[in-house]
Nanobody, 121 residues
Framework: VQLQASGGGLVQAGGSLRLSCAAS????????MGWIRQAPGKEREFVAT????????YYSDSVKGRFTISRDNAKNMLYLQMNSLKPEDTAVYYC???????????????WGQGTLVTVSS
């Protein structure tokens, strides 16, 4: 499966952004999907994951209550709605797919290119 993330940009603290990830070339609904981010000089960090059906989601403690992961299997799309953004959310955000029911962590089978989110204070 090929993944293409988009929607990053510059936003002020407290603002919102919606990231999108378009999938092609695979059976999208069969993959657990996730968002992983990497801040400058830091290791990759799990952000959120969603099961193939969309019925199960998990979030890191750092984004819980502020970010919402969702998917539209009819459109082969994955989303991350990010609200109440903080400067510490600044990172490159990657969408990823895994051949599992739901996948917490930073090791995925397929990766898209990243999209940069910059939150100014």
């Amino acid at each position: 499966v090929q993944l293409q993330a988009s929607g990053g940009g510059l936003v002020q603290a407290g603002g919102s952004l919606r990231l999108s990830c378009a999938a092609s070339g695979g059976s999208f609904g069969s993959y657990a999907m996730g968002w992983i981010r990497q801040a400058p000089g830091k290791e990759r960090e799990f952000v959120a994951t969603i099961s193939g059906s969309g019925g199960t989601t998990y979030y890191s403690d750092s984004v819980k209550g502020r970010f919402t992961i969702s998917r539209d299997n009819a459109k082969n799309m994955l989303y991350l709605q990010m609200n109440s953004l903080k400067p510490e959310d600044t990172a490159v955000y990657y969408c990823a797919a895994d051949n599992s029911l739901v996948h917490i962590g930073t090791v995925y089978d397929y990766w898209g290119q990243g999209t940069l989110v910059t939150v100014s204070s």
